[in-house]
């Protein structure tokens, strides 16, 4: 007899007292305990209603396919292609299962990318929300009131006078900002009261036998001429702009170019590294002053274009903090602008003149700004609240360049009547160079960091050694323009004057210094 549940021969067989079924022990024991009632009938039913069967050995009977080898091969055949059904189902799941991951780490990686991206744009507009905050005061009506007040010797520029094209935002110069220049001031100040001229500085026997000991062509032959250089003097990088457009990055000690920048669409007029985070700033005769970041690959990258000025941008000058930058332009106004951000804060003008300015430069100190003008003035302005507070005369023509020496006191400008010397602290010239006729303009003058030296260019290059008001600031050293087109139009002292780079109006940027001094070249 069978079992009633499974259909085969029960090894414990047991008899249901009420419907007298015989079943495997196990199989009605666990269905008694999960459902309570007979699995045929339906009726209730208890494991005491269950009667065990005493049987002798049960032995089952060998099933047919069993009985004979083709038969165990047929069965062993249908075993064989079940199992390769099954392991073929097996790894169409797993496939199936390895796309379904691999879409969902996608989606996953696309999502982490997704808010990465969010998280940076949010941190950047929270940082340009605090920024502006700092800079924005709190009463916004007294602060228009106060920025488009006019002060008796200057004014910001009010909105509507900036021209076409012109960010109107001019947040001002922030509280913070200015205690920023005013603890910068302090501790230059003190620094100035106990510095002492370096013991590395070339002394002027050196100087004298200074010659031309390099030659390096870094603009375009089709549109020659280097108008400005600057000096990175902690690498002895080099930068130069150019009447081709571009600003070149020259590494001196090398001799090689590092990288060559192009994007603006006129001559190049100023250029300024900032030493901090490898910035280069240019101001350019379209318009427009760019900001650009160096790079590990060497590689000079734009991260600001800015278009605040409606005419040439003729200089630029960087504050001693290095996070700020101010701007100059022959539209008659003055930028001061916020370095990692490239906002203009104020733009200012001088509503007592209608000359541009063609020239730019910061106090060591940073609190006062120089600006000459195209009509052979000089402006000093208090940076704190943008007024003028000076004014020195005695110019012909446009004022090409001005310089402040690093003691402090004295200011030196050039234009085509030649250069003077300024005592700040009395605020008089006190002594006027005449180096070149009427007709050849002074077109750069530059004191070394240390404020030992002085150099000038213009139909040649001079360097001059500056003493003191009432001593003889005596020509010590004249070098000739091999340039051939008696034009030196820039020039700048490198490290403890250990070399003179000069540009002219050629595209060469030559380099003076003492033949076989490998030391000249070394930061």
């Known amino acids: ?37 007979c699995p045929i009938t339906g009726e209730p039913l208890t494991a005491d209603d269950i009667v065990p069967v005493r049987t002798g050995k049960i032995v089952r009977p060998r099933p047919a396919q069993a009985a004979s080898i083709p038969g165990m091969l047929g069965m062993f055949q249908l075993e064989w292609d079940s199992l390769m059904l099954a392991n073929f189902a097996m790894e169409q799941q797993l496939h199936t299962a390895r796309q379904e991951l691999s879409h969902a780490l996608y989606q996953h990686d696309a999502a982490c990318r997704v808010i990465a991206r969010l998280k940076k744009e949010r941190d950047e507009a929270r940082s340009l929300l605090a920024l502006a905050e700092r800079q924005i005061p709190m009463s916004a009506p007294s602060t228009v009131a106060a920025n488009a007040s006019v002060h008796s010797n200057g004014k910001p520029a009010a909105d509507d006078q900036l021209g076409p094209g012109v960010r109107n935002v001019r947040p001002g110069i922030s509280p913070n900002i200015l205690d920023d220049m005013t603890e910068c001031n302090s501790v230059l100040s003190q620094q100035r009261k106990r510095r002492q001229i370096s013991p590395t500085l070339a002394p002027v026997d050196a100087l004298e036998r200074y010659t031309q000991i390099s030659s390096h062509p870094l603009h375009k032959t089709s549109k020659p001429g280097i108008l400005s250089i600057d000096i990175h003097s902690n690498k002895n990088i080099i930068a130069t702009g150019g009447v081709d457009a571009n600003a070149v990055i020259f590494d001196q000690p090398s001799g090689q170019i590092i990288s060559t920048l192009s994007g603006h669409s006129k001559k190049v007029n100023s250029v300024k590294i900032v030493p901090r985070d490898d910035l280069l700033i240019t101001g350019s005769a379209d318009k427009t002053v760019r900001i650009w970041q160096g790079s590990d690959d060497g590689n000079y990258n734009c991260n600001h274009i800015l278009k605040d000025h409606t005419a040439e941008v003729q200089a630029v000058t960087v504050h001693a903090t290095n996070n700020y930058f101010v701007t100059a332009s022959l539209d008659s106004t003055w930028c001061f602008y916020d370095l990692s951000s490239g906002l203009c804060l104020t733009q200012v003008e001088d509503p007592s003149a209608s000359e541009g300015y063609t020239s730019l430069a910061f106090h060591p100190d940073g609190l006062i700004l120089g600006t ?152």
């Open 1 to 37: 007899m069978n079992c009633s549940i499974s259909g085969e021969v029960p090894e414990e067989p047991v008899v249901s007292k009420k419907s007298g079924l015989l079943f495997e022990k196990r199989l009605i024991e666990r269905h008694i305990s999960e459902y309570g009632k």
């Open 372 to 523: 000459g003008t195209t009509g052979g003035l000089v402006k000093i302005w208090d940076v704190k609240s943008q007024t003028n507070v000076a004014k020195f005369e005695g110019h012909v023509g446009a004022v090409t360049s001005i310089s402040f020496s690093e003691n402090g006191y004295f200011l030196a400008t050039a234009a085509s009547d030649g250069i003077k010397l300024w005592d700040l602290r009395k605020l008089k010239n006190f002594r006027t160079f005449t180096p070149y006729g009427p007709d050849t303009p002074t077109n750069c003058v530059e004191f070394d960091y240390s404020g030992s030296y002085l150099a000038a260019a213009g139909s040649d290059i001079r360097v001059i050694q500056a003493t003191s008001v009432k001593l003889d600031w005596n020509t010590i050293k004249t070098f000739p323009d091999m340039s051939g087109t008696g034009k030196a139009t820039s020039v700048k002292f490198g490290p403890d004057a250990k070399y003179i780079a000069v540009g002219s109006m050629d595209r060469n940027l030559r380099i003076f210094g003492l033949p076989g001094d490998d030391s000249s070249m070394e930061p």
